[in-house]
């Protein structure tokens, strides 16, 4: 059953927590370091993957925080923003178009995850993407923001703002685009556009796993392994079983 101080104490969080920006940037990092994205589950929700966009909280809560299993975005987006709220902080839902390998982008409703109104500003918030990302709540501005070696900006194209990241080397890559528009949690229900979505993903059938660190994120897409650490990249294909299997515990935290 959902419970802040239980919560709190899986995040490692021990203090008091406030309405203040010290507050959320602590737990959003302690957050993605705690508990993992994994897609696991996804083969058996066929192509009804958003269909359970509204979480059972307590089913849901009992499963990854207390049982310690990773989630996909609308899981541990849902946990966190209950949280949030729980907390006393302004938490409105946003959606997002993930970037593919092929350069476009996914269906507007494809990613869920927040942006909190705190100090006259708003903070894009975002606890359940595999990654490489932000750790930190970046602010929904045009200026640079820099975080653990890599640089973030969110441009202007048309109707989106589009997040773009970069590394200590190489170019400005866009991670994904979004309106500044809050979702209501029944949007997702039935969209046509999810649904031939996931049935590509389906048919693909790729694991993605991911988690952050102290200072950086693990990102494992099928055998393909990214490893961000103070903005320098490491990417490799994990061929030997034993190694593959050595990342997906390490990122799924499990004990050796």
């Not at 058996?44 to 307590?58: A, C, F, K, P, S």
Request: contains cysteine; aromatic residues 10%; proline residues 3%.
């Amino acid at each position: 059953m959902f419970d802040v101080d239980t919560y709190l104490h899986k995040l490692g969080y021990e203090k008091s927590p406030s309405v203040s920006v010290e507050t959320l940037r602590e737990l959003h990092k302690r957050h993605l370091m705690a508990v993992p994205f994994d897609n696991a589950l996804n083969s058996e929700r066929g192509l009804d993957i958003w269909e359970q966009v509204n979480i059972d909280l307590d089913a849901t809560f009992d499963a990854v925080v207390i049982g310690g299993r990773g989630g996909v975005c609308h899981e541990i987006s849902g946990l966190f923003r209950t949280l949030l709220r729980q907390l006393g902080f302004q938490v409105a839902i946003m959606s997002a178009g993930v970037r593919m390998a092929n350069g476009a982008f996914g269906p507007e409703l494809e990613h869920m995850f927040h942006v909190v109104q705190l100090e006259g500003e708003q903070w894009l918030v975002d606890v359940g993407f595999a990654g490489p990302s932000f750790i930190e709540p970046l602010r929904l501005t045009g200026e640079v923001q820099h975080q653990y070696g890599c640089q973030f900006r969110i441009a202007d194209d048309e109707d989106f703002k589009v997040l773009h990241r970069k590394a200590r080397t190489g170019e400005w890559h866009p991670v994904y685009r979004f309106r500044v528009r809050p979702r209501d949690l029944s949007e997702w229900r039935g969209d046509p556009s999810l649904r031939e979505y996931a049935r590509e993903l389906s048919a693909a059938e790729t694991l993605i796993r991911g988690r952050a660190f102290e200072t950086g994120q693990m990102t494992l897409i099928g055998r393909r392994y990214a490893k961000v650490d103070d903005g320098r990249e490491e990417v490799r294909v994990l061929i030997r079983q034993a190694e593959y299997q050595q990342v997906v515990d390490d990122i799924l935290l499990r004990a050796a």
